[in-house]
């Protein structure tokens, strides 16, 4: 029996929508089936991949008005269809640094998901997944970046400064990678929840402005969406300290997929390359005034 044969085995309704065209997708199978989308997990995802907190993050931010509708999930596997969103564009960096009026609709919809949605069944908490990754890395014994030393030091001023000044989470995409926006033009939906919860709103700011390559200038633009107007000093503060965060998480993730030989990419290079950029933040201006900001 194919994929789709015992997909359309379950969902018998799905058969008559039309011809599968495959879209794109890293780890999971997607495809377009008429006015539907089908998701068909990776294969090993479910390991770690709640699919049942990534249910409750794809119904709520779909009833926010944010994630397209979600009319079939199955938490035991993660098999979800939604509806297809018609004129939507898939978001790339290049495409939002080229059109300052997707950054405005990007952060209001960012801004809806974290006042509208319903809260998530989890949480993020990005610096347990930070000591997870060095944990693991010293298990293994694992070389590091030049110079990793000095920015753990940043990095845990950053941790102290955001601590110090704790704020109430709300419901977060938590990777907001461009090609997680379809934009009509009048509206930006955000889709995939696979790793979504519970966090500091300035996390997705920050890490949407990291995946998207913004200057100063599209970081104004988006702050001044999300907030229609002047932005708090310390939110923007804490946007600068999760920049430096989520190049380092990823920094940290590339360098274990190197360790473990992951031969899809020279992660090696991928890690270090993260982790100049996040050490490079970490020594700017912008860095040293975030902390002040916040009393670090």
Known sequence: MSDFDAVFHRLPWLRAAGTPERLAGLTNLNYRIGEYVLRIPGAG???????????VAARSAAIAG???????FDASDGLMVTRFINGG?????????????????AGRAMHRLHTEAKPFANEYRVFDVIDEY???LLSKSSPMPDGFDAVQAEAELGRAALLANPVPVAPCHCDPLCENFLDTGETM????????????????????SVEAGFGPEHDAVLLDAYFEGPHPAADAARMVIHKANCDLVWSLWGIIQHVNGNPVDDFWAYGVGRFERCKQLMESDDFKRALAILGG
């Open 66 to 72: 944010v994630n397209a509708e979600v009319l079939y």
């Open 89 to 105: 564009v898939t978001m790339t960096p290049e495409r939002f640094r080229a059109d300052p009026g997707a950054i405005r609709r």
């Open 45 to 55: 995802t479910s390991e770690y991949i709640s699919r049942t907190d990534e249910e």
């Open 189 to 208: 939906y955000l889709i995939d929840y696979e790793y979504a919860g519970n966090n500091d709103p300035m996390w997705d700011l920050g890490d949407f």
């Open 134 to 136: 060095k944990a693991l």
